[in-house]
């Protein structure tokens, strides 16, 4: 009996999944040699690891021995961000790729992988629903926007795989424990440093300083330093457990510099700065919304990764991150030539050339930031004479004998 095969694979869009919390997959008709056609769903991330899986099986044809020889096509990485704007560009490489696969040579396009991954799961023909009134969202492309190669489908996508670098034992039926090694799919991102992931068949929080990407980066993780500060007011007191965290009590307002992923943002308050909970600040001016339902447990902060005992990064280079003496230092810098350009009577920079001021590398400065230079000596005349141009020195000639007979 001829073994079954995979002839077409057309994207039809996504659908928006609101369980067991916010995600999206990808709609794909899938068309058999036995003139069946099946509908099947699969995250960006699945597809992205079928994708290495299968450059691992054929490396000839990936290219890794050769270039040239390279046949697969290629596929980008989920987006470390979940932005719009990656949303909108990855549907259309995604229905590229599926027609390039099948039109690969039979070894490649009918091996028994590429055959697994397009069948249907049980989750296929059952997708899992929200209870209550809450219903998934379709969003179906239409083929009125493309003639052959879709230009234009707007739609996120969910994020990559991530590893697991030291052990974490969870503290609440919330959170899942993972071990060193472990790969987690990320449901959720949010900003306080908790992360909603899947290992296996489990679900639950994890925190950021855990996990690491699985693949290099496409663009930076996250953003520069903001010197300039947005305004935040804390919403819970916080007693700093390490040299660089900034104690805080309710309802102080304070400037945050740097959001980071992990919940630990860089604050300022007064020229003082540190480590600070963003899960206890709100901004400044709103009112506080209230608490999601599935965050509701989050009463802690997430551990730092300073305190995570021996990690295990596969990556050379890890999350790059300043030292609080740099953000002091870059802080109380920016700070001073805010200050002068208010306070020196001279014109004032415009906001774009004080940042970029903020985010020069770092220089040595002397420690005493408050001392004033000196003023020079004025040289001598001879010195003066000396060292001036021919035309200058003219005009001094002439202008000295006027001097003498006035002053006799």
Request: one cysteine or more; a neutral charge; charged letters at 30%.
């Amino acid at each position: 009996m001829e073994q079954i095969y995979v002839r077409h694979v057309e994207l039809l869009g996504y659908e928006k999944r609101l369980f067991p919390s916010q995600h999206f997959v990808y709609m794909l008709m899938v068309k058999w040699s036995d003139l069946s056609e099946k509908l099947i769903y699969r995250r960006y991330p699945e597809v992205h690891t079928f994708h290495k899986t299968l450059k691992e099986m054929f490396p000839i044809e990936s290219g890794a021995i050769e270039k040239k020889d390279r046949t697969i096509p290629n596929l980008p990485a989920p987006s470390w961000l979940d932005s719009q704007k990656a949303a909108e560009t990855r549907q259309s490489p995604l229905a590229e790729y599926c027609r390039s696969l099948i039109s690969q040579p039979p070894h490649i396009s009918r091996c028994r992988l590429v055959c697994s991954f397009f069948a249907v799961r049980p989750e296929d023909e059952n997708p899992p629903s929200p209870s209550g009134t809450s219903k998934n969202e379709t969003n179906v492309v239409s083929k009125d926007q493309f003639n052959g190669t879709i230009t234009e489908i707007t739609g996120p996508i969910v994020l990559d795989t991530y590893r697991v670098i030291g052990d974490f034992e969870k503290t609440s039926k919330h959170e899942i424990t993972l071990q060193t090694g472990d790969l987690v799919e990320i449901v959720e991102k949010s900003t306080n440093g908790w992360w909603f992931c899947q290992c296996d068949t489990s679900l639950g929080w994890v925190p950021a300083s855990y996990l690491e990407p699985l693949d290099a980066p496409e663009e930076p993780e996250e953003a520069e330093p903001n010197y300039a500060g947005e305004l935040y007011v804390t919403t819970m007191a916080y007693k700093a457990e390490l040299d660089d965290e900034l104690s805080l009590e309710v309802d102080e307002e304070v400037e945050v510099i740097h959001k980071l992923l992990d919940g630990w943002w860089e604050v300022r308050k007064g020229d003082e700065t540190g480590h600070f909970p963003s899960m206890f600040l709100k901004r400044a001016g709103r009112k506080e919304p209230a608490e999601p339902q599935n965050n509701s447990f989050q009463r802690r902060p997430p551990p730092r990764r300073s305190t995570i005992r021996n990690p295990k990064s596969i990556h050379t280079r890890g999350r790059r991150s300043l030292s609080q003496e740099a953000y002091r230092r870059n802080s109380r810098r920016f700070l001073q030539t805010t200050r002068g350009d208010l306070t020196g009577g001279g014109r004032k920079s415009p906001p774009r050339e004080r940042m970029n001021q903020a985010k020069l590398p770092e220089e040595s400065t002397p420690k005493d930031h408050g001392q004033m230079p000196a003023v020079p000596t004025r040289p001598t005349d001879d010195l003066i004479m000396q060292r001036c141009t021919e035309h200058t020195r003219k005009k001094v000639s002439v202008r000295k004998p006027d001097e003498s007979a006035a002053n006799h």
